[in-house]
């Protein structure tokens, strides 16, 4: 999830990785960051004999009149 804060930036996370967390300056930067939080994210869990836990949520865009 991608959100615009209100000083002009970005934030992202992941809702099934609690405690993965990006920020950037544009989209764009908070997607590659949020990315490689991913990656490393899942890297310690296995470091650490933990469990990685399934994609549990879907995206989708709904239009409001």
Same mark, same amino acid.
């Given at each position: 999830?991608?959100?615009? +804060? !209100?000083? $002009? /930036?970005? /934030? #992202?996370?992941? !809702?099934?990785?609690? $405690? &993965?967390?990006? &920020? $950037?300056? *544009? #989209?764009?930067? +908070? @997607? %590659?960051?949020i990315?490689? +939080?991913? %990656? =490393?994210?899942?890297? /310690? =869990?296995? #470091?650490?004999?933990? #469990?990685?836990?399934? !994609?549990? *949520?879907?995206v989708? @865009?709904?239009? +409001?009149?």
């Open positions: 999830v991608i959100e615009p +804060a !209100p000083d $002009g /930036s970005y /934030s #992202a996370y992941v !809702p099934y990785l609690p $405690g &993965c967390v990006a &920020c $950037g300056d *544009t #989209a764009a930067e +908070a @997607r %590659q960051l990315a490689e +939080a991913v %990656q =490393l994210h899942i890297e /310690s =869990l296995r #470091a650490h004999n933990e #469990a990685v836990p399934p !994609p549990s *949520t879907t989708d @865009r709904v239009r +409001a009149a």
